[in-house]
């Protein structure tokens, strides 16, 4: 059996229109959640933690990025650990859903054994994009140091390129993991590794279908937002910082927008979990008819 890259792709969008009270519990879960993350995330870092996150915002020099990890030390360790156990408990939901649809107690939603799983996948991968990126791009850096001139430039093109072919080659390989140790209770990089051999470039263009459709929920998203924006505000004049702080009108724009971004960011994450999940089914699928993998 292969994978069928449109219809993995789709999973997603079917999952939205065959579970549509599911769906919308996982939004109801990340609206939730991600305040309260946001207000950790303020108690944990302090006034002096956030001024210094705030000074760093968009800065791309690696040594300020390394100094604000520092700076920051066990309270940024923290508020990643969360945010990683939160997605790992939609993830596994959304898994759930497309291998094990009948177990649909609670939304799919459980804090277990597999969403354990799944974290520890997530940090695998996140290990092994940094391997990877990091160590291969510091060495076309130093190769492109060493050299000058035209062959300087021509290394560090084809460096570069060569740091995303392998990227883009690892994280295909890797990409079944989650739905692997997911299925089988167990986390084998190997036998997850080895189940995507001869399938790359379907997978590939599985991938390149869902971001192409994340992107559209991102752009239908920012234009409910505006939409909505300028609906409440209506035709609200530009004014002193102090008096549009204070706007009735700007006040429920924001709180329309800080509502409407966790339900889309939701849309999102199930049309990316659920590719992986239809892609692994469709190499298992006649273990997981069966009941192998339940």
């Known amino acids: 059996m292969s994978v069928r890259p449109t219809d993995a792709a789709l999973e997603g969008l079917r999952t939205m229109r065959r579970k549509p009270l599911s769906v919308l519990a996982w939004a109801a879960f990340s609206l939730v959640m991600l305040?309260?993350?946001?207000l950790i995330a303020k108690i944990v870092l302090g006034e002096?933690?956030?001024a210094a996150l705030a000074g760093r915002v968009g800065s791309a020099d690696p040594r300020e990025l390394l100094d604000l990890i520092t700076h920051l030390?066990?309270?940024m360790v923290l508020l990643i650990a969360l945010a990683l156990v939160l997605g790992s408990v939609l993830q596994a939901a959304i898994i759930r859903s497309v291998i094990e649809p009948r177990n649909d107690r609670f939304a799919y939603l459980r804090l277990g054994r597999e969403e354990v799983q799944l974290l520890i996948v997530s940090l695998i991968t996140w290990a092994a994009a940094l391997g990877v990126t990091v160590i291969p791009s510091g060495a076309v850096v130093l190769g492109a140091?060493?050299?000058?001139?035209a062959a300087a430039g021509w290394f560090a093109t084809l460096g570069a390129l060569a740091v995303i072919a392998l990227s883009l080659w690892v994280a295909v390989r890797l990409s079944l993991l989650g739905p692997h140790a997911f299925s089988h209770h167990h986390i084998d990089v190997r036998a997850a590794w080895i189940q995507t051999h001869g399938q790359f470039f379907r997978l590939l263009a599985m991938f390149a279908m869902t971001i192409a459709l994340s992107a559209v929920v991102s752009i239908i998203g920012s234009t409910a937002s505006l939409i909505l924006g300028n609906l409440i505000s209506g035709e609200m004049q530009p004014a002193e910082s102090s008096v549009v702080a204070s706007h009735p009108r700007l006040i429920l724009t924001l709180v329309a927008n800080l509502l409407l971004a966790p339900v889309f960011l939701t849309l999102q994450t199930v049309i990316l979990a659920s590719a992986p999940a239809k892609a692994f089914a469709h190499l298992n699928q006649?273990?997981?008819d069966a009941g192998l993998h339940e």
């Open 145 to 149: 140091a060493l050299l000058s001139g």
């Open 73 to 75: 030390g066990g309270a």
């Open 35 to 38: 305040p309260i993350l946001g």
């Open 48 to 50: 002096e933690g956030r």
């Open 286 to 288: 006649d273990e997981i």
